[in-house]
């Protein structure tokens, strides 16, 4: 018995215990209005599942005609998003997404970032909200090395992060519940698909000026959920990234709030915002769907010989779809940069006073 089959046995009992009491107490009372702008003209966007790690439960995307907002309801309450980022990031998932954070492709986003603001400024202290791991403060220090990074997120690998040097200091909590003892620290803000995972993303937009200083600048970079692909793509769209995206906010909304916040907007673009992976995951998606479920602590028993064959043999015989839809991902990402294929966009605004 490997250490992640050991693991995955060891936490089966908590989890099943937890799943016997039903996931419909994960979730608030069903909104009738819009969380942005207090609308009732709300549209099913539609209805899904968690894709990615495969733990139970149905989860319902609506939108505002009015504002073009799009939203989780009902929203996981604190219990479930306790529940759906257990083992995702840290624990069983630990593993797997510090490799995605430190791979080439994020490098790569990492220094389009970088490079989208420093025609606008170059901080002296930069403080990124959401760091995880701190990969992108590890890149972007390599191209500003006279700048200090911060990072700030709630689990512990911000903390992991500081001890590897990848940050100057760690900041383990919320930025609405910090952002006094931070206020004024910070020429630069960055909040890089970090808002989507928001109760609150007004609270936050707020938090993050208190934490500049004036003329500072904030870095937003957030899916886009008026992009053409998210539309050609439904519920296979790799940024609905359900349950753990709670918040879809249109460009025009998120411009509107920061100029209400006091920021001004100095640049806006999709282009080298987008971030290519929405045929090969949503592929993956697809995948997970039909073959036999991998084995996890979520699901009552390990699947048995019959079910890890399939699965072995079905994930053999996509390989080849995998690289083909690989090279398609690549070569259509400079149509997508320059088009609403787009499927996240960036803004950059200064707070002025």
């Known amino acids: 018995m490997n250490t992640r089959t050991a693991e995955t046995e060891r936490l089966r009992a908590d989890y099943q215990a937890e799943l016997a009491r039903g996931t419909e107490r994960f ?29 139970p439960g149905v989860f319902t995307l609506d939108r505002c005609r009015d504002c073009g907002h799009v939203f989780q309801n009902p929203r996981l309450n604190q219990e479930g998003l306790d529940f759906y980022y257990r083992d995702f990031y840290d624990g069983l998932g630990a593993e797997t997404w510090e490799k995605m954070f430190r791979g080439s492709g994020s490098a790569r986003r990492y220094r389009a970032s970088v490079d989208a603001l420093t025609p606008h400024i170059a901080p002296r202290t930069w403080l990124d909200v959401g760091t995880s791991y701190g990969y992108f403060c590890a890149t972007a220090k390599e191209m500003l090395p006279e ?37 004024g620290r910070y020429e630069t803000v960055s909040m890089f698909h970090y808002l989507e995972h928001t109760l609150d993303p007004r609270a936050e937009l707020a938090a993050a000026r208190t ?12 899916p886009d959920p008026q992009s053409l692909s998210a539309r050609l793509m439904g519920r296979w769209w790799v940024p609905w990234f359900q349950p753990q995206h709670l918040q879809f906010i249109p460009l025009a909304n998120m411009r509107e709030e920061l100029n209400r916040n006091g920021f001004s ?14 045929l090969l995951i949503g592929f993956w998606y697809m995948l997970n769907r039909v073959l036999p479920a991998e084995d996890a602590p979520w699901r009552e028993e390990p699947p048995g010989r ?12 996509a390989l080849p779809a995998f690289i083909g839809l690989y090279g398609v991902e690549m070569l259509m990402a400079p149509v997508a940069r320059r088009s609403r294929l787009s499927n996240a966009y960036r803004l950059i605004a200064r707070r002025n006073n």
Do not use: N
């Open 27 to 55: 979730l608030l009372p069903k909104r009738t209005t819009c969380p942005w702008c207090e609308s009732g003209a709300l549209t099913r966007r539609m209805r899904t599942r968690d894709w990615v790690q495969g733990k």
């Open 147 to 183: 700048t200090e990074f911060d990072g700030l997120d709630m689990g512990e690998t911000v903390e992991l992060a500081a001890k590897a040097g990848r940050i100057s200091r760690a900041y383990r909590g919320l930025l609405t519940e910090m952002a006094d003892e931070l206020a």
């Open 211 to 222: 934490a500049l200083r004036p003329g500072g600048h904030l870095l937003i970079e957030i």
């Open 265 to 278: 907007v100095v640049a806006e673009e999709r282009g080298t915002a987008h971030v290519p992976v929405d």
């Open 306 to 317: 019959v079910a890890r064959a399939t699965r072995s043999a079905g994930l053999v015989a």
